[in-house]
């Protein structure tokens, strides 16, 4: 089963503090500094990664544009993607899911937290 993940956040020590995490339990984990660098990744990636881990707020392209372009992928179109973010508000969360966003977490995260929702969202 692939265990691949790629994690897309303009905050280097979120994007450490996840990969660190989620490497700890056996995933492979790539890192996007942004939308447009997470898309990039992702067509650098061999393999078809099993889960996105995404930013809403980053420069160049935020979590919802990485969020619509991925979903026009084929390869991706079913991928699950959680949003990593600071955001709460019950709007913002509507139009993520409707543009595909499968799963929300508010940072400060809880690192066990995080490992259920992975291991559930992709069943390990």
Do not use: C, H
Request: hydrophobic share 40%; proline share 2%; charged share 30%.
């Amino acid at each position: 089963m692939n265990r691949s993940i790629l994690i897309v956040d303009d905050s280097e020590s979120i994007r450490e503090l996840v990969s660190v995490t989620l490497s700890s339990e056996g995933y492979t984990v790539y890192k996007g500094v942004n939308g447009l660098d997470g898309l990039k990744q992702l067509g650098l990636i061999e393999e078809r990664v099993s889960l996105i881990i995404t930013d809403l707020f980053m420069p160049e392209m935020d979590g919802l544009g990485l969020i619509k372009e991925v979903r026009k992928d084929e390869k991706y179109k079913y991928v699950p993607i959680i949003m990593l973010t600071t955001e709460s508000q019950m709007e913002k969360k509507l139009v993520a899911k409707k543009e595909g966003v499968t799963g929300w977490i508010e940072k400060p995260f809880d690192q066990d937290r995080l490992i259920k929702i992975v291991q559930k969202v992709i069943r390990k």
